[in-house]
């Protein structure tokens, strides 16, 4: 059974930074794109940052552009996100997410497997 688990949430203060990683288990695939999304309370889902299995094709949304990052880990089947500049509307649960296709992707339904989320909290 593919298992997904992220780590590196908590609390930061504006301006500050954390790096959330996930790793995937329970698979011989090693070939999974891997993605991002947030859920703000009273908000719906969001995309956050997409990887492709190989590493060459990356996305980050546009409110996150140049605050946050996306990069995998020398074993195929992780991925972090490092996040600069946190901001207090930046405060969600973070989803790390897997897709067998390998393919980048901005919309949850490409994915496959889910993590639990880890809490992220930005105070002002």
């Known amino acids: 059974q593919v298992q997904l688990v992220e780590t590196g949430g908590g609390s930061v ?4 930074s954390l790096r959330l990683s ?4 329970g698979s011989t695939v090693n070939n ?10 009273g908000k ?19 409110s996150m552009k140049g605050r946050f990052t996306i990069s995998r880990g020398d074993t195929k089947n992780t991925a972090y996100l490092q996040m600069d500049s946190l901001k207090p509307e930046d405060t969600a ?3 790390c997410a897997a897709s067998v296709a390998g393919l980048a992707s901005i919309y949850q339904q490409s994915y496959e497997s889910w993590g639990q ?8």
Do not use: H, L, N
């Open 13 to 16: 203060q504006a301006g500050g």
């Open 117 to 124: 989320g880890t809490q992220v909290t930005v105070s002002s």
């Open 93 to 95: 649960v973070y989803y």
């Open 44 to 62: 719906e889902r969001e995309f956050v940052a997409t990887i492709s299995w190989t590493g060459g094709s990356k996305y980050v949304a546009d």
């Open 22 to 25: 996930c790793a995937v288990s």
């Open 32 to 41: 999974y794109a891997m993605g991002w999304f947030r859920q703000a309370p």
